[in-house]
């Protein structure tokens, strides 16, 4: 028995020993030189940095020798029955497996990782291309001071001498619009029913009156939603009006789409459904653009609307500082270029409107107490007033020559801010010309002004009412220069208007972030249209390739998708997307974006049903229950939350569909009911898995919901399927996440199972803790549980990365506004949030590890994970925010790096198309500094760039050296992501808030 006792010690000795060795082995092997290919060019810098690579691995190979020659030692001496051997031998080992129970080792994974230097980036070879007025170089110049400007409060005082029109006469266009809001105050069939109709049907009674009389309107929304109810007579006096000039449809976009929070492919998207319902219907082609009522211009706009085939744009709100430098120089009306665009092929014609709004007040002239008594709507009677509290007057042979001299004035006066000789005056505002009675007052009114100016030979005057397209047909006709020309001296500008301010220091950056949950929603959205859109295009074309489109519902997909279309255009509104619209209807967008993801969802299965048959004439488009989908929402105010997959006795298959146009290797999670299960790609090879534990609450764990993690590869537009397969006890393919818990609130410590996952139960961390992938280290401090650094395992660079929650205050005097849904004005600096011993959840495996903090107000997760795709390059953050106890404050979270952006240099992208430089101005206050973000934005110095890319439009600045601050004003808000390149190497930080 004693024989046998040795025989088993040693045996166990040697394996130990055995481990031990290749555990040596592997250490040495992981701190090798990576991604130096056979016979690469090392620079001298590379050499310098492999010697002292080298002398380091000489070092610790001689002190693995000594370990190894220890453990040799202690174990002849135990096979000598030396017991103090014993304690030698764990001497040794246990540092090498320290913290083996809540630690797992992660595989090593290779990452196809792309090294550029800034010689092969194309952006750094060629030279920005140089304009006439670049937009961060005029607010570089400008003092931003805002200084009495007299009757024009933001501007300056005009003059002229009357010999400005000597050679030519001041050929001015009265320009009638209405501005109508798909959703504000009221929802949509609410504005449609009590006004818009009624607009529409004014106008089909008073603009035939008189040739003389225009019109110009945008929204096709509403358009399209009167057109289903008028009769082919009425039709055909519309299409009548529009052929002989006397209405124009401008932009032709289903909605005035904003421009800040919007992204490319639903403003394309928006265009699109508005021009094909123009084209279709009508047989026209919007030229113009008209902007007036978007909170700050974007160059994306342009570009989009220049290739959509406009010729000319207006745009109105711009800096009241901007608007005043501009008409300075006479730069209102200039070519707007793209900044990557050195050939000018980008350019449109962009005029620009001088004063505070677009209403009449503030439209003819620069005085808007002599402008609104021309707003014959406000006539004495009318529940619409002028705040100057002088009325207008209706027009007679006995004041119109009074009358008539002092509008030209104004004419004349506003001229003075632009090149030519020809004037636009727009003559409308919101919701205007909903009764006959407001025509024939606006209308005849002015006609009769227009009578008498032109006919007084000393005035060189021509008035008239006018379209957009008549007035730039003017422009051009005085420039002598065909349509989309840059008129002889007209200025060429690049940039963006952003952040936009309307007075005193209301910066409008507070829409950037409000209601960020239904701008996400937007997102996920976006994307289920896309996929689906894909997926029926090429399931119909299938379906007619084999003759069988009896078998496919085609058309009522296709109703599905074209309403998901209009209910995505109709929510980049600038009053829906931007979250500035009231509860009531916001809770309506809310609605339709749910009704259309969920048949979205429908459409994406039934299609792929098809797609995935071996024989498409089994095609039964009556079965619903085929496949359902991943993530469900019981409403359109609630987060979407994971479907189970009920796993019993037989496999379930799981088919995951990649609407990209690249592969996709990357880590998906699905929840089933059981923990006992394993991967299988269809030809039945089994794939590594991660069972992850679902939480009920901050610390306890569901019974019966796992969260099951595995690596898919799927090819561009197509599906990759895999089996989900129950089994009778664990196997090396699938693996238990396990949880560490500190701070717990239960009192008690110590390790304990629960639903088969080890949770060890601890106090307050003593050291900083970290997760870890094959590529990155994310390092954790064990006060705040918060994120303070990672480091790339490649080359072992460790980068400062803080993670802090603050609260900003709003202004107190009852005499200023406060932040809201469209201004942000914070009380000062933001404070940090106050907290300490937060729960921190920390959950590790060899697929992806996590970090949960519960912070006042905050739930904030960092994920790591450990696959050969882009997001095993990637930290991701995430937040779930309720702070629907708070008021009057705003919460934003800021990241401290070592990133040296000397300069205040940062970027922020367009719309998800293009990145545009920014620049901190001390100059002024914190919420000037605030820029949208809609997709991205980065940090960078000589060796790193810090990329955040965001899940929803987010607003965000770096106010200082090395930070990133990302605003928020939500109640409850679910996600944003963010993307890292550090090093000369893509490496992402997705963040998701």
């Given at each position: 028995?004693?024989?046998?006792?040795?025989?088993?010690t040693?045996?166990?000795?040697?394996?130990?020993?055995?481990?031990?060795?290749?555990?040596?082995?592997?250490?040495?092997?992981?701190?090798?030189?990576?991604?130096?290919e056979p016979?690469?060019?090392?620079?001298?810098g590379?050499i310098?940095?492999?010697?002292k690579?080298?002398?380091?691995?000489?070092q610790?190979?001689e002190l693995?020798?000594?370990?190894?020659?220890?453990?040799k030692?202690?174990?002849?001496?135990?096979?000598?029955e030396?017991?103090?051997?014993?304690q030698?031998?764990?001497?040794?080992?246990?540092?090498?497996?320290?913290?083996?129970?809540?630690?797992?080792?992660?595989?090593?994974i290779?990452?196809?990782l792309l090294k550029?230097?800034?010689n092969?980036?194309?952006?750094?070879?060629?030279?920005t291309?140089?304009?006439?007025v670049q937009?961060?170089?005029v607010?570089?110049?400008?003092l931003?001071?805002?200084?009495?400007?007299?009757v024009?409060?933001?501007?300056?005082?005009i003059q002229?001498?009357?010999?400005?029109?000597?050679?030519?006469?001041l050929?001015?266009f009265?320009?009638?619009?209405?501005?109508?809001?798909?959703?504000w105050?009221?929802t949509?069939?609410?504005?449609?029913k009590?006004?818009?109709?009624n607009?529409?049907?004014?106008?089909l009674m008073?603009l035939p009156?008189?040739?003389?009389?225009?019109?110009i309107?945008?929204e096709?929304?509403?358009?399209?939603?009167?057109?289903?109810?008028?009769?082919v007579k009425q039709?055909?006096?519309?299409?009548?009006?529009?052929?002989?000039?006397?209405?124009?449809?401008?932009?032709g976009?289903?909605?005035m789409?904003?421009?800040?929070n919007t992204?490319?492919?639903?403003?394309?998207d928006q265009l699109?459904?508005?021009?094909?319902?123009l084209?279709q219907?009508?047989?026209?082609?919007?030229?113009?653009?008209?902007a007036?009522?978007?909170?700050?211009?974007?160059?994306?706009?342009?570009?989009l609307?220049?290739?959509?085939?406009l010729?000319n744009i207006?745009?109105?709100?711009?800096?009241?500082?901007?608007?005043k430098y501009?008409?300075q120089?006479?730069?209102?009306e200039?070519?707007w270029?793209?900044?990557w665009?050195?050939?000018?092929?980008?350019?449109?014609?962009?005029?620009?409107?001088?004063?505070y709004?677009?209403?009449?007040?503030?439209?003819?002239g620069?005085?808007p107490?002599?402008?609104?008594?021309?707003?014959?709507?406000?006539?004495p009677?009318s529940r619409?007033?002028?705040?100057?509290?002088?009325?207008?007057?209706?027009?007679t042979?006995?004041?119109?020559?009074e009358r008539?001299?002092?509008?030209?004035?104004?004419?004349?006066?506003?001229s003075?801010?632009y090149?030519?000789?020809?004037l636009?005056?727009?003559?409308?505002d919101?919701?205007?010309?909903?009764?006959p009675?407001?025509?024939d007052d606006?209308?005849?009114?002015y006609?009769?002004?227009?009578?008498?100016?032109n006919?007084q030979?000393?005035?060189n005057?021509?008035?008239?009412?006018?379209?957009l397209?008549d007035?730039?047909?003017?422009i051009?006709?005085?420039?002598?220069?065909?349509s989309?020309q840059?008129?002889?001296?007209y200025?060429?500008?690049?940039?963006?208007f952003?952040?936009?301010?309307?007075k005193?220091d209301?910066?409008w950056?507070?829409?950037?972030?409000s209601?960020?949950?239904?701008?996400?929603?937007?997102?996920i959205?976006?994307?289920h249209?896309r996929?689906?859109?894909?997926?029926?295009?090429?399931?119909l074309a299938?379906?007619q390739?084999n003759?069988?489109?009896?078998?496919f519902?085609?058309?009522s997909?296709?109703?599905m998708?074209?309403?998901a279309?209009?209910?995505?255009?109709?929510?980049?509104?600038?009053?829906?997307?931007?979250?500035?619209?009231?509860?009531?209807?916001?809770?309506?967008?809310?609605?339709?974006?749910?009704?259309?993801l969920?048949?979205m969802k429908d459409?994406?299965t039934?299609?792929?049903?098809?797609?995935?048959l071996?024989?498409?004439?089994?095609?039964?488009?009556?079965?619903?229950?085929?496949?359902?989908?991943?993530?469900?929402?019981?409403?359109?105010?609630?987060?979407?939350?994971?479907t189970?997959?009920?796993?019993?006795k037989?496999p379930?298959?799981?088919?995951?569909?990649?609407s990209?146009?690249?592969?996709?290797?990357e880590?998906?999670?699905?929840?089933?009911?059981?923990?006992?299960?394993?991967?299988?790609?269809v030809?039945?090879?089994?794939?590594?898995?991660?069972?992850?534990?679902?939480?009920l609450?901050?610390e306890?764990?569901?019974?019966?919901?796992?969260?099951?993690?595995?690596?898919?590869r799927?090819?561009?537009?197509?599906f990759?399927t895999?089996?989900?397969?129950?089994?009778?006890?664990?196997?090396?393919?699938?693996?238990r996440?396990?949880?560490v818990?500190?701070n717990n609130?239960?009192?008690?410590?110590g390790?304990?199972s629960?639903?088969?996952?080890?949770?060890?139960?601890s106090?307050?961390?003593?050291v900083?803790?970290h997760?870890?992938?094959?590529?990155?280290?994310?390092?954790f401090?064990?006060?705040?549980?918060?994120?303070q650094?990672?480091?790339n395992?490649?080359d072992?660079?460790?980068?400062?990365?803080?993670?802090q929650?603050?609260?900003?205050?709003?202004?107190?005097e009852k005499?200023?506004?406060k932040?809201?849904?469209?201004?942000f004005?914070?009380?000062?600096e933001?404070?940090?949030?106050?907290?300490?011993?937060?729960?921190?959840?920390v959950?590790?495996?060899?697929?992806m590890?996590?970090?949960?903090?519960?912070l006042?107000?905050v739930?904030?997760i960092?994920r790591?994970?450990?696959?050969?795709?882009?997001?095993?390059v990637?930290?991701?953050?995430?937040?779930?925010?309720d702070?629907r106890?708070e008021?009057?404050?705003?919460?934003a979270?800021?990241?401290l790096t070592?990133?040296?952006n000397s300069?205040?240099?940062?970027?922020?992208?367009?719309n998800g198309?293009?990145i545009?430089?920014?620049?901190?101005?001390?100059?002024?206050?914190?919420?000037?500094n605030?820029?949208?973000?809609p997709?991205?934005a980065y940090?960078?110095?000589?060796?790193t760039?810090?990329?955040?890319h965001?899940?929803q439009?987010l607003?965000?600045?770096?106010?200082?050296?090395?930070?990133?601050?990302?605003?928020n004003s939500?109640?409850?808000?679910?996600?944003?992501?963010?993307?890292?390149?550090?090093?000369n190497?893509?490496?992402?930080?997705?963040?998701?808030?």
């Open positions: 028995m004693r024989v046998s006792v040795r025989k088993v040693l045996l166990f000795a040697a394996c130990i020993f055995v481990v031990v060795c290749v555990f040596l082995y592997l250490s040495l092997e992981s701190q090798r030189l990576t991604g130096v016979f690469a060019i090392l620079h001298q590379d310098h940095n492999v010697e690579k080298l002398e380091r691995l000489e610790e190979l693995n020798h000594q370990s190894i020659y220890d453990i030692k202690a174990l002849y001496d135990l096979v000598r030396d017991n103090s051997s014993v030698v031998l764990r001497s040794l080992v246990d540092p090498l497996f320290d913290d083996v129970d809540d630690h797992i080792p992660t595989n090593k290779k990452q196809q550029l230097d800034k092969e980036c194309l952006f750094y070879k060629v030279p291309p140089k304009t006439d937009m961060l170089d607010y570089d110049k400008l931003f001071e805002n200084g009495e400007g007299g024009w409060k933001q501007g300056f005082d002229y001498t009357g010999m400005e029109w000597q050679d030519l006469p050929k001015v009265v320009v009638p619009h209405t501005h109508n809001d798909p959703g105050i009221k949509f069939d609410k504005y449609y009590d006004q818009t109709k607009i529409f049907n004014s106008m008073k009156v008189d040739k003389k009389r225009k019109f309107y945008a096709i929304s509403y358009l399209s939603t009167w057109w289903n109810e008028i009769d039709k055909h006096l519309v299409k009548g009006l529009i052929e002989n000039g006397q209405l124009e449809i401008v932009t976009g289903w909605v789409a904003d421009e800040a992204h490319y492919f639903a403003l394309i699109i459904e508005g021009h094909q319902w084209e219907q009508i047989g026209v082609r919007p030229k113009s653009g008209w007036i009522d978007t909170f700050g211009h974007s160059s994306t706009m342009a570009y609307l220049k290739k959509a085939g010729t207006l745009l109105q709100r711009v800096h009241y500082s901007v608007k501009l008409s120089n006479k730069m209102l200039f070519m270029r793209q900044t665009d050195h050939s000018g092929s980008t350019d449109i014609f962009t005029h620009l409107m001088p004063f709004s677009y209403d009449i007040p503030h439209t003819c620069p005085d107490k002599i402008c609104c008594q021309f707003d014959f709507k406000r006539l009677g619409v007033k002028c705040p100057w509290r002088v009325a207008p007057q209706a027009i042979e006995k004041n119109v020559d008539a001299r002092t509008l030209l004035d104004q004419y004349r006066k506003k003075q801010l090149r030519s000789n020809v636009l005056v727009p003559l409308g919101d919701f205007r010309y909903d009764t009675k407001e025509w606006q209308m005849n009114n006609q009769k002004l227009f009578d008498y100016m006919r030979s000393g005035w005057v021509q008035a008239q009412f006018g379209t397209h007035y730039f047909t003017a051009e006709e005085r420039n002598r220069i065909e989309g840059r008129p002889p001296g200025p060429v500008l690049s940039g963006d952003f952040t936009y301010a309307d005193d209301n910066y950056s507070g829409f950037y972030t209601r960020p949950f239904y701008k996400n929603m937007d997102r959205l976006e994307s249209l996929g689906a859109e894909l997926l029926f295009s090429i399931a299938h379906v390739n003759s069988l489109q009896a078998l519902p085609s058309s997909l296709m109703s998708l074209l309403l279309r209009r209910n995505l255009g109709l929510f980049q509104h600038h009053d829906a997307i931007t979250g500035t619209a009231k509860d009531l209807v916001v809770n309506d967008y809310g609605n339709k974006l749910f009704e259309s969920a048949q459409v994406t039934k299609c792929a049903h098809l797609l995935l071996q024989n498409i004439t089994l095609y039964n488009p009556a079965v619903t229950d085929f496949f359902d989908v991943d993530e469900v929402r019981a409403k359109h105010d609630a987060i979407a939350e994971k189970i997959i009920k796993i019993s037989h379930r298959t799981v088919a995951i569909y990649n990209l146009g690249q592969e996709r290797y880590i998906v999670t699905v929840h089933v009911s059981v923990a006992e299960v394993e991967v299988s790609e030809n039945g090879r089994i794939i590594e898995a991660q069972v992850n534990p679902v939480w609450g901050k306890e764990i569901a019974s019966g919901i796992f969260e099951l993690a595995f690596t898919a799927v090819p561009a537009f197509g990759s895999f089996v989900i397969s129950p089994i009778s006890k664990s196997t090396g393919s699938t693996k996440g396990k949880v818990l500190y609130q239960r009192g008690r410590n390790r304990e629960r639903y088969g996952f080890s949770v060890l139960v106090g307050l961390p003593k900083p803790f997760i870890e992938s094959s590529y990155i280290t994310a390092e401090s064990h006060k705040t549980g918060l994120l650094s990672f480091m395992n490649e072992k660079k460790v980068m400062k990365l803080e993670v929650f603050l609260f900003y205050g709003t202004t107190v005499s200023k506004d932040s809201g849904a469209y201004i004005l914070p009380d000062g933001a404070k940090l949030i106050e907290y300490s011993k937060p729960l921190i959840r959950i590790r495996g060899p697929l590890s996590e970090v949960h903090v519960f006042p107000s739930q904030h960092v790591v994970f450990n696959s050969p795709g882009l997001d095993g990637s930290l991701e953050l995430s937040n779930v925010v702070i106890t008021k009057n404050k705003e919460l979270m800021r990241l070592d990133v040296d300069g205040g240099q940062f970027y922020t992208d367009l198309l293009q545009q430089r920014r620049k901190t101005l001390q100059k002024l206050p914190l919420q000037a605030y820029y949208p973000i997709t991205t940090i960078e110095d000589s060796e760039r810090l990329t955040l965001t899940a439009p607003g965000g600045t770096s106010r200082r050296l090395g930070l990133f601050r990302i605003g939500e109640r409850r808000w679910p996600c944003c992501c963010l993307l890292m390149f550090v090093f190497k893509i490496f992402r930080l997705r963040f998701i808030l």
